[in-house]
């Protein structure tokens, strides 16, 4: 075992060139587009958000990785997302979107083999 007596000697020359000093990315929230610290960072679906920018998408309250759920790129906290499915009966319904049994449906204008689910 040796102990280095100066800097030069503690760091072998071929380590010190390729040692490079790099700044960490900056993430951004989701929700608000400002920088998100490691402290306040909740990812969700992939996407990066500050703790109190992850909100129901219908009443805003606060979420958390527990008491949530997503549909069609939103998220809503549990009682809203089962209101709005009860309201309608169906998911896409409830929550404005083409029923997705429509999807399935031949269409009228007689050009039954072209895909209709854009």
Same mark, same amino acid.
């Given at each position: 075992?040796? *102990?280095? @007596?100066? @800097? &030069?000697?503690?760091?072998?020359? #071929?380590?010190?060139? *390729?040692?490079?000093?790099?700044?960490?990315?900056?993430? &951004?929230?989701?929700?608000? /587009?400002? &920088?998100?610290?490691?402290?306040?960072?909740?990812?969700?679906?992939?996407? *990066?958000?500050?703790?109190?920018?992850?909100?129901?998408?219908?009443?805003?309250?606060?979420?958390?990785?527990?008491?949530?759920?997503? @549909? #069609?790129?939103?998220?809503?906290?549990?009682?809203?997302?089962? /209101? @709005?499915?009860?309201?309608?009966?169906?998911?896409?319904?409830?929550?404005?979107?083409?029923?997705?049994?429509?999807?399935?449906?031949p269409r009228d204008d007689g050009d039954e083999g072209t895909c209709n689910c854009?």
């Amino acid at each position: 075992f040796r *102990i280095a @007596l100066n @800097l &030069t000697e503690a760091v072998p020359q #071929h380590d010190a060139a *390729i040692t490079v000093f790099r700044l960490p990315v900056k993430e &951004t929230c989701t929700g608000c /587009q400002k &920088t998100v610290y490691p402290l306040e960072k909740l990812v969700v679906c992939q996407h *990066i958000y500050h703790k109190k920018c992850f909100t129901c998408f219908h009443c805003s309250t606060k979420l958390s990785l527990s008491n949530y759920a997503s @549909l #069609h790129g939103h998220f809503y906290c549990k009682p809203h997302f089962n /209101q @709005l499915f009860k309201a309608k009966g169906n998911y896409d319904e409830g929550f404005g979107h083409r029923p997705h049994k429509e999807l399935w449906e031949p269409r009228d204008d007689g050009d039954e083999g072209t895909c209709n689910c854009s």
